[in-house]
């Protein structure tokens, strides 16, 4: 679909009294929806954001968020989500290369040097830029698994084909009603927020409470698989039809109580530079990730995938400009490893995360997806530890299920794994390694499980 308008204000001129979005319980139709936008786009405008002014929105998700997230959009505002547990040390090396001019803080502590802070304030009006859909949105932090995280910067236009791609796959139209269960300062809580903007269908934002009372009336979410045993185990009768996993391997008996419940599941494959899903699937119980998406070419360089699509990010962000994704080829090189069967993509892993143990080459992924299938795990790394006589060997650190025995999972794996790939030692995941950061870096998890045995 081609928008001539703001995605709001288009449905809101072919259904203005349809509902679009509930907001704690609130249900606002289309109109409400675009009287909200435009009084906060204006007090915006007042307090003297222009378009392609870079905002930081640091932000939990809350009604706020989101009706804040669309009228600095409607400003032709660069919106760079943050979250309001980053660490305020790593943010004050990371902001001065983002070139941005204000802050919006709606959770946690301001005050950075050099921006100025934004507040909510309606004012009556209509102010905002014109629509555009090739100008510059968002700026997305990546994960920093490697060094500090980069600002991926994506144009509507982006955001649009990502949904594009997946609503070709996913059904979601206008009587249905999709929860934003991801934070927006990640890529997958933005894909959720395009797809309701693109299907004109209906979108639910609400304060965390427990998840089976943010689901009630929607019959869609995207959610990690231990949310999904959960929400089955509680018996709960929710309106679910449509859920769409990440985060780990997929077990077979998950989406088959799902599929007992009418809940059908998707799983696929995505990254932040992507603008979120570049390949997906109707989960089957197989280790691949699906077909590419439509409008996505993928293709293995010596066993690494390379990516080309219009939802790529047009660049990363650094001293006012924009710096190329693409290498000389004009593709985006992954680094993750992978292998095409038949059109469809399995991940491997990280290429820059294999080692070898006694001459074996190991990929943690590999091990991960075995581990974490265990009932009782709910997320599982596994990283190399030096040693003299094998080169390296697997360690692996585990978040557990209360009650859960860690000293039991070497016996229940020994027959799941080869030799070589059975970790050493098993630790839990520490708590200040889940703080702050937009997703476990390895590399601290690697230094912290040094530390913890070589003392």
Known sequence: ??????PWRHWCARKAEQPALRLNGECLTWRELCQRTDT?????????????????????????????????????????????QLPRSLM??????????????????????????????????????????????TMTLTSG?????????????AHLASAEGVLSLLPYTGEDDW??????????????????????????VCEKQPLEQM???????????????????????????????????????????????????????????FASTVCAKEADGLADVGYPLSGREVKLVEGEVWLKAPCMASGYWRDGKLVSITNAQGWFATRDRGEMVDGRLTI??????????????????????????????????????????FGQRPVAVVECEAGADIKQLPHWLSDKLARFQQPVHWLVLPAEL??????????????????????
């Open 1 to 6: 679909m081609t928008f001539s308008d703001w």
């Open 40 to 84: 906060l786009a204006s007090g915006f405008v007042q307090q003297g954001v222009r378009e392609g002014d870079g905002v930081m929105l640091q932000a939990h998700n809350h009604p706020d968020t989101l009706l804040a997230w669309l009228a600095l959009l409607q400003c032709g505002a660069r919106i760079l989500p943050v979250n309001p």
């Open 92 to 137: 004050e090396i990371m902001l001065p290369p983002l070139t941005l001019r204000f802050a919006l803080i709606l959770n946690g502590a301001g005050g950075y040097a050099g921006l100025s802070d934004l507040t909510l304030t309606p004012q009556q009006g209509t102010a905002g830029a014109l629509w555009q859909p090739e100008r510059l949105a």
């Open 145 to 157: 698994s490697t060094g500090l995280p980069k600002a991926a910067v994506h144009t509507c236009a």
């Open 179 to 204: 929860l934003l269960s991801l934070p927006l300062f990640h890529v997958s809580g933005q894909g959720i927020l395009w797809r309701w903007l693109l299907a004109g269908a209906r979108l639910t």
């Open 215 to 273: 689901l009630q009336g929607c019959t869609h979410a995207s959610l990690v698989p231990t949310q999904l045993w959960r929400l089955l185990n509680t018996g709960e009768d929710v309106a679910l039809r449509a859920v769409l996993l990440g985060g780990a391997a997929i077990p077979v008996e998950l989406t088959q109580r799902a599929a007992s419940r009418g809940i059908r599941s998707w799983c696929g494959y995505g990254l932040t530079e």
């Open 348 to 389: 491997l892993g990280r290429m820059d995360n294999l080692f070898f143990s006694g001459g074996e080459g190991i990929q943690p992924e590999e091990l991960e997806r075995v581990i974490v299938t265990h009932p009782q795990v709910s997320q599982v790394y596994v990283v190399p530890l030096d040693d003299a006589e």
């Open 434 to 455: 889940k703080n702050g950061g937009i997703k476990i870096s390895r590399r601290a998890l690697q230094q912290w499980v040094h530390q913890s045995l070589r003392g």
